[in-house]
C-alpha cells in the first residue's frame, strides 16, 4: 500500500552530520505518523524518532535528544532524520516505518509500513 525508500545514510567521522530521507510512494493520499527505527548487529530494533501528521508533534529515545532531529514535507511525502553530533554508538541500519495516524500521538511501535533501511556507520 506504502513503499517507503530511505537514503542518506553513509561513512563519516564522530562529530561529522547526516541527513536521512525516506521517501513515501503508493497510498500516500492519507495521514501518517512516520519514524525512525534502527539496528545494530547483534541488537534488537529500536525506535529512534517519530513525528506526526502535521509535524507539530515529534518524539525521541533518550540517547538521541539534542542530536538528532525529524522533520517532515508532506508535499514531498518525506521525512527527514538530521543527525548531528554523531557517535560511533550511532551505527546501525536506518529504517523509515510509517503508520497510518492523524493523531498527535506518536507511538513507539504498531508501524504498517517499513522500509529496506539505510547504513549508517560512524567511526571513531
Known amino acids: 500500500q506504502v513503499q517507503l525508500v530511505e537514503s542518506g545514510g553513509g561513512l563519516v567521522q564522530a562529530g561529522d552530520s547526516l541527513r536521512l530521507s525516506c521517501a513515501a510512494s503508493?497510498?500516500?493520499?492519507?495521514?501518517?505518523?512516520m519514524g525512525w527505527f534502527r539496528q545494530a548487529p547483534g541488537k534488537e530494533r529500536e525506535f529512534v524518532a517519530a513525528?506526526?501528521?502535521?509535524?507539530?508533534?515529534?518524539r525521541y529515545t533518550d540517547s538521541v535528544k539534542g542530536r538528532f532531529t525529524i522533520s517532515r514535507d508532506n508535499a514531498k511525502n518525506t521525512v527527514y532524520l538530521q543527525m548531528n553530533s554523531l557517535k560511533p554508538e550511532d551505527t546501525a541500519l536506518y529504517y523509515c516505518?510509517?503508520?497510518?495516524?492523524?493523531?498527535?500521538?506518536?507511538?513507539?511501535?504498531?508501524?504498517?509500513?517499513w522500509g529496506q533501511g539505510t547504513q549508517v556507520t560512524v567511526s571513531s
Open positions: 513525528i506526526s501528521w502535521s509535524g507539530r508533534s515529534t
Open positions: 516505518a510509517a503508520k497510518y495516524s492523524s493523531g498527535t500521538y506518536v507511538p513507539k511501535g504498531g508501524y504498517d509500513y
Open positions: 503508493g497510498r500516500t493520499a492519507s495521514t501518517y505518523i
